[in-house]
Nanobody
Framework: QVQLVESGGGLVQPGGSLRLSCAAS????????MGWYRRAPGKERDLVAS???????NYADSVKGRFTIFSDNAKNTMYLQMTSLKPEDTAVYYC?????????????WGQGTQVTVSS
């Protein structure tokens, strides 16, 4: 079992920055792929950023150049650095982690954290 705990959401003005954290605990010794989804009010859940099992990083077009996904392996924590935030970035952000191998893995989810971009 793996537990993912998110933190770092909040209210920020347009143009501001936030850093979301996703701390993993439990059986995290296998390979993993991790990333972030978000769900805005009345919209479908969208993939925002991801890091594959191979280490490649991918971003949604809407956040390229503004968001960065990175990890601190010593802390078993993944981050989403968000800059130049826009009102349309307002959403609940969920981290996920796929633990195992590319052919057989289990996906775990964080509890979600609210990000509100408003003046």
């Amino acid at each position: 079992q793996v537990q993912l705990v998110e933190s770092g959401g909040g209210l920020v003005q347009p143009g501001g920055s936030l850093r979301l954290s996703c701390a993993a605990s439990g059986n995290t010794f296998s390979g993993n792929a991790m990333g972030w989804y978000r769900r805005a009010p009345g919209k479908e859940r969208d993939l925002v950023a991801s890091r594959t099992f191979g280490g490649s990083r991918n971003y949604a077009d809407s956040v390229k150049g503004r968001f960065t996904i990175f990890s601190d392996n010593a802390k078993n924590t993944m981050y989403l650095q968000m800059t130049s935030l826009k009102p349309e970035d307002t959403a609940v952000y969920y981290c996920y982690g796929d633990f195992g191998s590319t052919s057989s893995y289990t996906r775990y989810w964080g509890q979600g954290t609210q990000v509100t971009v408003s003046s």
